[in-house]
């Protein structure tokens, strides 16, 4: 009974240290997808800034050349 007890302890410590690691793993990747999600929604920015000064230069051109 006492080795059982002691088996069971000791996964019991196993189960505690792996949860700490992956509750330590889920906040940084938690912070990765918070910058990746803002970087992203920089370039879209920039994306639709660009496209903005594309489509106002294309309305500059003259007819025949567009």
């Given amino acids: 009974m006492e080795n059982e007890l002691n088996a069971l302890e000791s996964k ?3 189960l505690i240290q792996v949860s700490g690691q992956l509750r330590r793993e889920n906040h940084q990747l938690r912070q990765e997808l918070a910058q990746a999600l803002s970087h992203n929604r920089l370039c879209n920015d920039k994306i639709d800034d660009a496209k903005a000064r ?3 230069l294309l309305h500059t051109l003259p007819e ?3």
């Fill in 64 to 66: 025949e050349l567009s």
């Fill in 54 to 56: 594309l489509e106002k």
């Fill in 12 to 14: 019991l410590v196993q």
